[in-house]
T-cell receptor
């Protein structure tokens, strides 16, 4: 059974650009959530999608957005990149949300220069 | 608001020694609790989870954790560590209902001495 797949694994972008990260959940999982991991702030929740609807959102600026497609694949977008957006972005999938365990992908390492 | 505290930022143990990583949580109801492990540059791997029932849960790689409601703790243990256990360990609390949202502790980095 394939795990959670995130692409790309590594990205280097310039300040002011935008970036799109992709996440393919485990087959049959309908919930996809995103996290940002930095040395200073640790792991922070960005947002969660279920059946193409955003159900919950963390405390991040509007530059961070996401969406989910009918096949449960999800994308997150960061516009007008700042140096502080450099982080490991992790995606997790679960069957239906909070009462089921979450499985994480390998992450996308974003570096903003 | 939910919160998780891992008091130990870094722990060093000798190979073959026992291990206990501490985790304290704050949550208004019975929580869902998790331990994840992360190797450098990698994603998070689920070690074990507590949803309900038996308060001593077994996980992968020989790990176990005990849920103690009175102490708001969910400590991770292993009787004998291996060099391959060196990694960062994260405790997390999850929502009971609705959206999948985990609140993580700051992590404990585990170093193994040969």
């Amino acid at each position: 059974k394939a795990g959670v797949t995130q692409t790309p694994r590594y990205l280097i972008k310039t300040r002011g650009q935008q970036v799109t990260l992709s996440c393919s959940p485990i087959s049959g999982h309908r919930s996809v959530s995103w996290y940002q991991q930095t040395p200073g702030q640790g792991l922070q929740f960005l947002f969660e999608y279920f059946s193409e609807t955003q159900r919950n959102k963390g405390n991040f600026p509007g530059r961070f957005s996401g969406r989910q497609f009918s096949n449960s694949r999800s994308e997150m977008n960061v516009s007008t990149l700042e140096l502080g957006d450099s982080a490991l972005y992790l995606c997790a999938s679960s069957r239906r949300g909070g009462d089921t365990e979450a499985f994480f992908g390998q992450g996308t390492r974003l570096t903003v220069v | 608001a939910q919160s998780v505290t891992q008091p130990d930022i870094h722990i060093t143990v000798s190979e073959g020694a026992s291990l206990e990583l501490r985790c304290n949580y704050s949550y208004g109801a019975t929580p869902y609790l998790f331990w994840y492990v992360q190797s450098p540059g990698q994603g998070l791997q689920l070690l074990l989870k507590y949803f309900s029932g038996d308060t001593l849960v077994q996980g992968i790689k020989g790990f176990e954790a005990e849920f103690k409601r009175s102490q708001s703790s969910f400590n991770l243990r292993k009787p004998s560590v291996h060099w391959s256990d060196a990694a960062e360990y994260f405790c997390a609390v999850g929502s009971i209902q609705g959206a999948q949202k985990l609140v993580f502790g700051q992590g404990t980095r585990l170093t193994i001495n040969p």
